[in-house]
């Protein structure tokens, strides 16, 4: 069974940084991805990572803010997070399932942590 747990959520200004990361528990060769959801919209993607290669894909609204990272030896995916805007505040999820951007095809997912950005 995976279980995943997300941690560095926060308060920051804008321009800040925040770094989010996401221990991974039970099989690890699995896609990841990061979404996120603002009050009263529906939740959107953020970044991925493929399981078996380097491959990335970034959201355009993120692209070159935002970094999506895996140290496998903890188990654990990062998402570096810089140049923050008031509207990257959400409640980020951490997903694993299949390379992809769309929610559906993550089966497992973390509880998610709140990301604050005041402007």
């Known amino acids: 069974q995976v279980q995943l747990v997300e941690s560095g959520g926060g308060f920051v200004q804008t321009g800040g940084s925040l770094r989010l990361s996401c221990a991974v528990s039970g099989p690890t060769l699995l896609g990841m991805g990061w979404f996120r959801q603002a009050p009263g919209k529906e939740r959107e993607f953020v970044a991925c990572?493929?399981?078996?290669?380097?491959?990335?894909h970034y959201a355009e609204a993120v692209k070159g803010r935002f970094t999506i990272s895996r140290d496998t030896t903890k188990n654990t995916v990062f998402l570096q997070m810089d140049r923050l805007k008031p509207e990257d505040t959400a409640v980020y999820y951490c997903?694993?399932?299949?390379?992809?951007?769309?929610?559906?095809?993550?089966?497992?997912w973390g509880q998610g942590t709140q990301v604050t950005v005041s402007s």
């Open positions: 997903a694993a399932g299949t390379y992809s951007t769309l929610a559906r095809n993550y089966p497992h």
């Open positions: 990572l493929s399981a078996t290669t380097p491959s990335t």
